[in-house]
């Protein structure tokens, strides 16, 4: 750590004007990924002579991110959390004997919700949401099954359960190192025992803004390149939105960003061409409007849902543009986890039994692993084998929470933050009304 405060001024100075440089090129082709790629290459080199632009930026962020400083321990010491990233992920990583060659992004099977995992060739980790509070203990299982000791950098995109759910479990099985979250808070138990489970622990919350860029290795960096806007009122489009670069090939994580936010980030003119899309908001019809899946016009659309999901995830027409632009599309609904591997240059996807994790058959999962198997036969015994999970199944046309007296379609966004155990199905709008409840606004039932 001593060591690492000697460069903490020099790699916040590569952040900061990462930052800088990133606004500038938002003048520049959205598209063009060779030109980004040699940009990060100058700011290294140039990074020690524009203090004074460099200063400017760092009060600048500031300003943006007071609403996500408060949620700090306020003990903690003033150190920015960019700096920290920086530093652990270029240099603490460095001892480790094992060399990997390959990137490995994990779309972990947690039901209705999203998890991924990146694993980096140095070994450094990254998790991007922790699917439902119930799936909180097969994530664990799964990510120490991946040789996964610490998460150096977890990012919760934004507060709904189906994201941070798992995640409190996470902070208390794992060392984490930095979280990012969206800073928009919500009113769920969930969310504040989240909220005070991080706080409980040493862990740097990072302050970041729009466009900024991280570094995460050798020729890995990530941007954020949403929210946008923080508005409390819309979580999903409060979601952090991530492009992950490494070397040629390059990821768009959506969280549950919808077609507002996409519209945004497309304005925002952020380079967002990615070889392999985590489609957003669970492939469903809100998300993924044609201008977008131009943009990032992927190769490969990763869909995480939960199996016969009550919100009908993803949506036909979602699916229908997606094949449309060309984009191959993997479903952890229908194939379990799903393994991206990439080596920089090409992505080899792996799909089924390798990476599932299947409790009761342990054994039987490893001797797979040396096996390699044609994705049509695994989708095949994946669908077999994930016949264990949990999923509310639905018992009528709309659906409320015992909690309250509003009731919604099955696919409101709403209706995820409703605990199972609070869940009330009505036959029909009169069985509905005459319970004393009253229609959402938003779904209109
Ligand atoms: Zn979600
Ligand atoms: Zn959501």
């Not at 930026?57 to 700090?72: A, D, L």
């Not at 659309?301 to 939960?306: D, F, H």
Request: charged share 20%; with cysteine.
């Amino acid at each position: 750590m001593r060591l690492n405060r000697v460069f903490h001024l020099f790699t916040s100075l590569i952040i900061i004007l990462s930052f800088a440089l990133a606004l500038t090129s938002c003048e520049k082709s959205q598209n063009n990924s060779v030109e980004s790629e040699t940009k990060i290459i100058e700011i290294e080199k140039t990074s020690t002579t524009e203090e004074t632009e460099a200063e400017e930026i760092s009060t600048n962020s500031q300003e943006t991110s007071v609403e996500t400083t408060t949620i700090t321990n306020e003990e903690k010491e003033n150190k920015t959390l960019q700096d920290e990233i920086a530093t652990e992920v270029t240099y603490t990583k460095t001892e480790t004997t094992e060399k990997k060659s390959s990137l490995k992004v994990h779309f972990i099977n947690v039901g209705q919700g999203d998890s991924i995992l990146i694993q980096t060739p140095e070994g450094n980790t990254m998790l991007i949401d922790g699917g439902p509070r119930d799936s909180g203990a097969k994530l664990i299982s799964y990510l120490k099954k991946q040789g996964v000791n610490k998460i150096n950098v977890m990012v919760a995109t934004h507060p709904h359960e189906d994201h941070i759910g798992g995640l409190i479990n996470v902070i208390n099985s794992f060392m984490v190192d930095n979280v990012i979250d969206s800073g928009v808070r919500h009113t769920t138990k969930t969310y504040k025992d989240y909220l005070t489970t991080i706080q409980s622990k040493d862990i740097n919350y990072v302050n970041w803004t729009v466009g900024q860029q991280f570094e995460f290795g050798k020729n890995i960096t990530f941007t954020i390149v949403g929210p946008t806007t923080k508005n409390s009122s819309d979580l999903n489009n409060s979601s952090i939105v991530i492009f992950f670069k490494y070397n040629k090939n390059t990821f768009l994580f959506a969280g549950d960003a919808e077609s507002t936010e996409e519209g945004k980030i497309i304005s925002s003119k952020a380079n967002i061409n990615s070889d392999v899309l985590k489609v957003g908001h669970h492939g469903s019809d809100s998300s993924c409007c044609s201008k977008f899946l131009k943009a990032v016009s992927p190769t490969i659309a990763v869909i995480s849902s939960g199996k016969s999901n009550s919100y009908g995830h993803p949506n036909d027409l979602t699916l229908k543009n997606l094949t449309n632009i060309g984009a191959k599309i993997y479903r952890t609904d229908l194939t379990g986890n799903i393994v991206i591997e990439s080596d920089g240059n090409t992505t080899t996807v792996t799909l089924g039994k390798l990476y599932i994790y299947v409790e009761t058959k342990a054994t039987e999962t490893s001797q797979v692993a040396e096996t390699t198997q044609s994705p049509e036969t695994t989708a095949t015994e994946t669908t077999v084998t994930e016949t264990t999970q949990e999923q509310p199944s639905q018992q009528g046309v709309y659906v409320g929470s015992i909690k309250s007296d509003v009731f919604h379609h099955p696919n409101c966004r709403y209706v995820k933050n409703i605990l199972p155990e609070n869940i009330i199905w009505f036959v029909s709008r009169e069985d509905a009304l005459s319970k004393g409840y009253r229609p959402c606004k938003v779904c209109n039932p």
